[in-house]
């Protein structure tokens, strides 16, 4: 069974920055496209950014073109969210998503198959 693990969240000032890890595991786990979205409090579920498998393509949510880059090491199965000038409305938990098709994990969540528990990240002002 696949697994998802996420790391690399925390508290950080506006203006600052973090690195995201979502490392998968477990047999199953082959050219699966990745991606991440966030759940702020009282609010949906959104998209963040995606990644394809083999990483030849990428996509971002509009509210975070340019301060965010999504990059994979399919050798070691671990996809990244690399997050600068962080602002208080990116505070949120951050899901890490994988899915054998690239259209499920860049659009509402709704379909993806394998999920990680979430990782907390807090912007402060």
């Known amino acids: 069974q696949v697994q998802l693990v996420e790391s690399g969240g925390g508290l950080v000032q506006a203006g600052g920055s973090l690195r995201l890890s979502c490392s998968a595991s477990?047999?199953?786990?082959?050219?699966?496209?990745m991606g991440w979205f966030r759940q702020a409090p009282g609010k949906e579920r959104e998209f963040v950014s995606a990644?394809?498998?083999?990483?030849?393509?990428?996509d971002y949510a509009d509210s975070v073109k340019g301060r965010i880059t999504i990059f994979s090491d399919n050798a070691k199965k671990t996809v990244y969210l690399r997050m600068n000038s962080l602002k208080p409305g990116d505070t949120a938990v951050y899901y890490c998503?994988?899915?054998?098709?690239?259209?499920?994990?860049?659009?509402?969540?709704?379909?993806?198959?394998?999920w990680g528990q979430g990782t907390q990240v807090t912007v402060s002002s």
């Open positions: 998503a994988a899915d054998p098709s690239y259209a499920v994990v860049r659009g509402t969540g709704r379909n993806v198959g394998i």
């Open positions: 477990g047999r199953g786990f082959s050219r699966y496209a």
């Open positions: 990644i394809s498998w083999g990483g030849e393509s990428t």
